[in-house]
């Protein structure tokens, strides 16, 4: 069996920003108040950037940053449901559709709880996907590591493919 026969294909994604000066963070598409910004050179919004590393992978099409690179100026400030919007288009190019996606992101601050709806909202929307295969998890690192220590916010996301009818 070739790997073009095979009914599902499996990606896996990981993103992280560091904290620098702002007032909001981006997560999920969702502006959220915070003391402090990520450092990133587009919107920074690595459960976005971590969605789209799993399509990426799971079509073997590379990383974000393979075909959003931050040495390119057009994507400086980039909204990243418009990445993620370009990444779905290019897997349905190749007659995959999302089957469902798990995500975590992994932070001691902000929190998250109260925006997780709105975030699987706008990951259904974008992957065209309805919002019971979206999922979205927060968590803490219980004060360890960089996320603990509140340096930054990482993310991880695994996205099942099935084959396009």
Known sequence: MTSSATPVRI????????FGEGDHVMLGGVRIPHHRGLLAHSDGDVLLHAVCDALLGAVALGDIGRHFPPSDPRWRGADSRMLLRAVQALVQERGWAVGNLDSVVVAEAPRLAGHVA???????EDLRVGVDAVSVKA???????????????????????????
Request: glycine share 12%; net charge positive.
């Open 11 to 18: 990606g896996i994604g990981y993103d992280v920003h560091a």
């Open 118 to 124: 709105a975030m699987r909202a706008n990951l259904a």
């Open 139 to 165: 968590t803490t690192s219980e004060r360890l590591g960089f996320t603990g220590r509140e340096e930054g916010i990482a993310a991880q996301a695994v996205v099942v493919l099935v084959r396009r009818p």
